[in-house]
C-alpha cells in the first residue's frame, strides 16, 4: 500500500481550492469589467459565488479589488466631469442661439413700433389739420 500523508493531501487540497476560488474571482471581475458595473467586494463576491469574507482574508483578492475600486471611482469621476462640461457647452450653445433670435425679434418689433408710431404721428397730423 502507498503511503498516505494526509498533511500533504490537505494541502494540496487546500491549494486547489484556493486557485479556484482566485479564478472565480478573476472572471467575475472580466465579466464586471465587461458588462461595465461596478467592482467592490459585494459585486464581486456576488458575481463569483463566494464569500466576502473570502474576498477580505486573502490579501491578494482584497488589494486587487481595492485597486480596480479605485480606478473605476476614478474613471466615474472623470466621465462625470466631462459630461458636465459637455452639458455646459450645449446649454451655453442652446442659450447663445435663444439670445440671437431674441435679439431679431426685439429688432423685428422695434422696426414695427416705429412704423406704427410713424403711422400714429401722421393720423394725429391730419387730425390736427382738420380742426
Do not use: C, W
Not at 4 to 32: G, M, P, S, W
Not at 119 to 130: A, Q, R, V, W
Request: glycine residues 2%; charged residues 45%.
Amino acid at each position: 500500500m502507498a503511503s498516505y500523508d494526509r498533511a500533504e493531501q490537505l494541502k494540496q487540497l487546500h491549494e486547489k481550492r484556493k486557485k479556484e476560488t482566485f479564478d472565480k474571482v478573476e472572471e467575475a471581475i472580466k465579466r464586471l469589467i465587461k458588462n461595465s458595473k461596478d467592482i467592490n467586494f459585494n459585486s464581486v463576491a456576488k458575481e463569483a459565488g463566494i464569500s466576502k469574507a473570502t474576498l477580505y482574508n486573502n490579501p491578494q483578492l482584497k488589494e486587487r479589488i481595492d485597486f480596480l475600486k479605485k480606478q473605476t471611482e476614478k474613471t466615474y469621476i472623470i466621465g462625470r466631469i466631462q459630461r458636465d462640461e459637455n452639458n455646459q457647452k450645449a446649454i451655453i450653445d442652446s442659450l447663445k442661439r435663444r439670445i440671437e433670435k431674441l435679439e431679431k425679434k426685439i429688432k423685428v418689433l422695434e422696426k414695427e413700433n416705429k412704423q406704427l408710431r410713424s403711422k400714429e404721428n401722421e393720423k394725429l397730423t391730419e387730425y390736427f389739420l382738420e380742426i
